[in-house]
């Protein structure tokens, strides 16, 4: 087991690289000592994109803090995920309260790129350091003109592949990469709109023009949103999913419960392909804020019938629900991820809560609006889910609206999942009492 300061026992961690592959000695330790510890329940949680490992524990032992007086007398055991996404060190901890010096600190000028954040990216995008100083001295400077933004969307793509072509594969939404490959200008200048129209947190300038440099640092925060995005899909699959199948080989009687949150619900979800065939022991899956797409799970695309999710069908290797959280306060989800998603050389101009729909549903996210064209998914809110509606089996869209809405920009209430509600959540979806 690990972390002496986690707030639940038996936990355990599993770390993955970003190739999916686990730490050898903390997979050994939970296969051997998940059946000593009696568990029968073992609720597995993956973190989401921009948390680092002190954020993704952090995390977990607030999330799971009130479980045992929720359900005493379950055997419970834990797992948390833990695996390479970066964070960009300015943005608040999801759910977590700025101190007073934080707060100070972001009075004070500061380069658009801290050391912390630049760190990271060169961890994220080993080899590129000369590009990420170029960027890193653009973003400060803000060089005149289109010239400037389209040397600064040029470098994004060389960061994402040396040849200027996005390394973006594996994803299930069509046309993602566009927003690398269009103009840059355009791109800048929508999500620059985008953030003004948030309020002045996310970047307004009042009554002025936004600068579409406002909207640079977003273009490279979306670059690293797709390699963190494509990284969750690989660790669930060719990590978790065959960890549990092990798990199921060495101790079949213990049932999982498989939660996530943002990326994580992908990682998650994606587990469920990398399942053994056979495996029957995930008994609930709970995604929080899920950022991939809607339509994962479909078996026909509304769009392009001939078409389907990335994880068509997979819903029914869960003997159990499949219930999908969201809210509309999520403003990472309702306004970031369609703007993102679409982006390629649309000129229909739209701000803040009006991009999802003026996009229309074929970009939304899992977060925004739950799963969908998959035919008898329930849709309830909190309330009715944790006062018995909650279905046994199939997909299940709950409106966490009435406690995920706290948050500023750009994120808005993308990360404030940790709520006692939601924990119930998790333990009504598994059937345990």
Partial sequence: MADAGMSVTPYWELTFDADGDPDGPERDRLLAQVAEHGVRDLIVFSHGWNNDRSGATALYRRFFAPIPKLAPKARLGYVGVIWPSMRFSDEPIPDFPRSVAAVEAEAAPRPA?????????LETFPGRAPVLDQLARMLDERPGGAQGLTEFGRLVRLLLDPDGRPDVADTDEEGEPAMFGGDPVTVCEQF?????????EGGGAGFSLPNPWDGAKELLRQATYYRMKRRAGTVGERGLGPVLGQLAGVAPGVRVHLAGHSFGGRLVAFALRGLPAGVST????????????????????PHAPDRS???KGRQRYVDG????CYSHFDAALGTFYPLASRLAGDDRACAGSEIAAVLGPRWGAMGHDGVQAVPDTARLDLAAALGGALPASGCVNVDAAAVVRRGGAPSGAHGDIVHPELARLVLAAGGIT
């Fill in 113 to 121: 790129l801290d050391k912390d954040t630049r760190r990271a990216l």
């Fill in 192 to 200: 620059a709109e985008a953030l003004a129209a948030l309020g002045p």
């Fill in 282 to 301: 995930v008994k609930s899956v709970t995604l929080f804020q899920g950022a991939f797409s809607h339509y994962a799970f479909a078996d026909r695309l």
């Fill in 309 to 311: 999710g990335a994880l």
């Fill in 321 to 324: 629900p499949l219930v999908c």
